[in-house]
């Protein structure tokens, strides 16, 4: 069995946790680096119904994107998520901005690999806290042939689609919400920007760069990284089983 704090140096080599943009919360949030793990769940979330999955399966830690604690704690009730993982022995490894900036198995490498983009590599935005990474289409698609190819390939109902004015080849891309980001996308040359939320004063800043844009959705955008995170995980810590979270979900469709 590996301790958390070998999980934890392993996540570093890759998505170093200082890299962490400055609002963020990142890093071992609840238990101690010394314990030895069998088991690991992987999320994007840590719900209560996480907690309880990671329980029934006896997994000593769970390893999620969105940090469980993000904002100052001033009290804990009964069933507040940091609460219960410490009430059932349950750590929590949050990786969240670091891994979103990460190219080797970050988040949005992990989704850019999803839509089979190639030549997959981060943007650096001098100043300012920007989250972006690029890459292109083997082929040509006009504007609705990549928004179906991201439908399709990220296994969603419903896209937002802002047609842009080109055929799509180079992609730029921030999953989740990096609708404010659309305008560095557009001056570095791009013909496509995904995301998974845009405001609407967003919206229509994007409509007047002439860039395709996609809205995808937050967690449709971001789920992809359980899997690559899982898979570079498992090579380098064989002793330790790391298990995608079964019981979270999405938002709920209304009908």
């Known amino acids: 069995m590996a301790r958390i704090q070998d999980i934890y140096d392993c996540i570093d080599a890759a998505a170093p946790f200082a890299s962490a943009m400055s609002f963020d919360n990142v890093g071992l949030l609840v238990g101690e680096g010394s314990t030895e793990v069998s088991r690991a769940l992987v999320a994007l979330d840590i719900t209560e119904a996480v907690?309880?999955?990671?329980?029934?399966m006896n997994a000593g830690l769970?390893?999620?994107?969105?940090?469980?604690?993000?904002?100052?704690?001033?009290?804990?009730?009964?069933?507040?998520?940091?609460y219960?993982?410490?009430?059932?022995?349950?750590?929590a490894l949050c990786c969240h901005t670091n891994l979103d900036l990460s190219p080797v198995c970050g988040v949005n490498t992990a989704l850019a690999s999803r839509l089979g983009l190639k030549n997959i590599h981060p943007e650096d935005v001098f100043?300012?806290?920007?989250?972006?990474?690029?890459?292109?289409?083997?082929?040509?698609?006009?504007?609705?042939?990549?928004g179906a190819l991201v439908k399709q390939r990220l296994?969603?109902?419903?896209?937002?689609?802002?047609?842009?004015?080109?055929?799509?080849?180079?992609?730029?891309?921030?999953?989740?919400?990096?609708?404010?980001?659309?305008?560095?996308?557009?001056?570095?040359?791009?013909?496509?920007?995904?995301?998974?939320?845009?405001?609407?004063?967003?919206?229509?800043?994007a409509a007047r760069t002439g860039v395709t844009c996609v809205v995808a959705g937050h967690y449709e955008t971001e789920k992809p990284f359980g899997e690559f995170l899982?898979?570079?995980?498992?090579?380098?810590?064989?002793?330790?089983?790391?298990?995608?979270?079964?019981?979270?979900?999405?938002?709920v469709e209304i009908r």
Do not use: N, W
């Open 51 to 56: 907690v309880e999955e990671a329980a029934s």
């Open 230 to 251: 899982i898979s570079y995980l498992k090579k380098r810590i064989p002793s330790t089983s790391f298990l995608p979270s079964q019981a979270e979900r999405g938002p």
């Open 127 to 146: 100043g300012e806290e920007c989250v972006l990474f690029a890459g292109e289409l083997e082929q040509e698609l006009s504007p609705e042939e990549f």
């Open 62 to 82: 769970i390893i999620s994107h969105h940090p469980v604690i993000f904002h100052p704690l001033k009290a804990l009730g009964g069933r507040d998520i940091p």
């Open 155 to 205: 296994k969603t109902k419903a896209i937002g689609l802002i047609p842009g004015k080109a055929p799509v080849k180079k992609v730029f891309l921030c999953s989740g919400a990096g609708g404010e980001y659309v305008h560095f996308a557009a001056c570095r040359g791009a013909d496509a920007y995904l995301t998974g939320e845009m405001q609407h004063h967003e919206a229509l800043e």
């Open 84 to 91: 219960l993982l410490a009430k059932k022995g349950i750590a």
